[in-house]
């Protein structure tokens, strides 16, 4: 079973930049759709944007279109998230996830971002 590591959150100021990571071990991403997903506190966790295996982007949220983009780096097996023009509201634990046989069926721990207004 493929194991994923989210990094590369932190604490910015609003319109601040942040780009995360996804690392995968016991498996190759680009076997994998992959997705982020995103859970604020006392929220339900939300879909953010995917990708599928050869990098083409599937869908994004609108809350985040025109600011997030996915991309694949299979040299490096991982994927990314660049996140501009952050927001107070883009505030949440971050989690990286691969498509397994029709679900989300891999993980990762997830990365705090805290946007300051």
């Known amino acids: 079973q493929v194991q994923l590591v989210e990094s590369g959150g932190g604490l910015v100021q609003a319109g601040d930049s942040l780009r995360l990571s996804c690392a995968a071990s016991g498996g190759t991403l680009e076997t994998y759709p992959m997705a982020w997903f995103r859970q604020a506190p006392g929220k339900e966790r939300e879909y953010v944007t995917s990708?599928?295996?050869?990098?083409?982007?599937?869908s994004v949220a609108d809350s985040v279109k025109g600011r997030f983009t996915m991309s694949r780096d299979n040299a490096k097996n991982t994927v990314n998230l660049q996140m501009n023009s952050l927001k107070p509201e883009d505030t949440a634990v971050y989690y990286c996830?691969?498509?397994?046989?029709?679900?989300?069926?891999?993980w990762g721990q997830g990365t705090q971002v805290t946007v300051s207004s």
């Open positions: 990708t599928t295996r050869t990098g083409g982007s599937s």
């Open positions: 996830a691969a498509l397994i046989n029709g679900r989300y069926g891999a």
